[in-house]
């Protein structure tokens, strides 16, 4: 099975500041990769997906993440934060065939202030 | 675009009582997850349904039972309810045949058990 490890569990930045939040997997074969995001008292929102091609892959609200084979990694990144990114974001992973499910990390609760 | 429809929103229990969580998957969408989501934690997958039958269980307590429905709407249900219980409850559906392209979420159910 499949498992995701986040490196960052609380993120504290200023707005405008740069954001890169860490994602890691562990699985011996070809995985889709997802990030989530929570806002405070919401439901999970799909940010952005990787399934294959180009390993840089652009999501909404500018947010983008980069896929490293070698790395088993796929972190998350946005230029510029603003105070309403403030949430918790889960990375997710699934093996290609769909066995074992979806897979969440523990999860990154980013705050931004103002 | 329809979504999945969990209900109710919010569910006040108390302790030894029971209670009943509901899911409208997305149209055409034929397996359902349900995961548990405690305070401060990540989403734990419990089970997940295909075709109305049972296709993978995972944390899921003995005392919570779940079934989908010929229409594919699901519903969990919890007895003997603890104060551990108290979570946010998420059912996400896909297709199956595409189910590695991710799941969609609905909102939830907050369960209190007081």
């Known amino acids: 099975a499949q498992s995701v490890s986040q490196h960052n569990h609380h993120v504290i930045l200023s707005e405008a500041a740069s954001l890169e939040l860490g994602c890691n997997y562990s699985?011996?074969?070809?995985?889709?990769l997802f990030w989530y995001v929570q806002y405070p008292g919401q439901h999970l929102q799909l940010l952005l997906k990787?399934?294959?091609?180009?390993?840089l892959v652009k999501g909404i609200k500018g947010f983008e993440a980069e896929f490293i084979k070698s790395k088993f990694s796929f972190n998350l990144r946005k230029p510029s934060v603003q105070w309403s990114d403030t949430a918790e974001y889960f990375c997710a992973v699934i093996a290609a065939g769909g066995a074992d499910g979806l897979t969440f990390g523990k999860g990154t609760h980013l705050i931004i202030q103002p | 675009a329809a979504g999945v429809i969990q209900s109710p929103r919010h569910l006040i229990k108390e302790k030894r009582e029971t209670a009943t969580l509901k899911c409208y998957p997305i149209p055409r969408h034929d397996t359902v997850y349900w995961y548990q989501q405690g305070p401060g934690q990540d989403p734990q997958f419990l089970i997940s349904f295909y075709e109305k039958m049972q296709s993978d269980k995972g944390s899921i307590p003995d005392r919570f039972s779940a079934q989908q429905f010929s229409d594919y709407h699901s519903e969990l249900n919890m007895s003997s309810l603890e104060l551990g219980d108290s979570a946010l409850y998420f059912c996400?559906?896909?297709?199956?045949?595409?189910?590695?392209?991710?799941?969609?979420f609905g909102s939830g159910t907050r369960l209190t058990v007081v």
């Open positions: 699985y011996g074969g070809t995985v889709n």
């Open positions: 996400a559906s896909s297709d199956r045949d595409r189910a590695n392209y991710g799941y969609t």
């Open positions: 990787y399934f294959s091609g180009d390993p």
